[in-house]
């Protein structure tokens, strides 16, 4: 038989935690515009005025809007 080996490393917590902070953040704000009854094009725009960051650090457009829903799991009307 072979013998395998595993190398388990810890993850930079610090990083993750950053992570999952500004995810949260994003989702807040995308579910408080949505709540509004904004379209997503209005939601863009909003974010945009807002200062709420994106994932590429490039102005929010419609087609990342509907990525980051996807991924951060928010409901489109």
Same mark, same amino acid.
């Given at each position: 038989?072979?013998?395998?080996?595993?190398?388990?490393?810890?993850?930079?917590?610090?990083?993750?935690?950053?992570?999952?902070?500004?995810?949260?953040? #994003?989702?807040?704000?995308?579910? #408080?515009?949505?709540?509004?009854?904004?379209?997503?094009?209005?939601?863009?725009?909003?974010?945009?005025?807002?200062?709420?960051?994106?994932?590429?650090?490039?102005?929010?457009?419609?087609?990342?809007?509907?990525?980051?829903?996807? #991924?951060?799991?928010?409901?489109?009307?």
């Amino acid at each position: 038989m072979k013998d395998l080996k595993v190398e388990v490393k810890k993850r930079s917590a610090k990083s993750d935690q950053h992570a999952a902070e500004v995810d949260e953040q #994003r989702r807040h704000a995308i579910q #408080r515009l949505l709540k509004k009854h904004h379209n997503i094009k209005q939601v863009c725009q909003k974010l945009n005025e807002q200062a709420v960051t994106s994932p590429d650090g490039q102005p929010w457009h419609y087609e990342m809007l509907v990525a980051e829903c996807q #991924r951060l799991k928010i409901a489109l009307h």
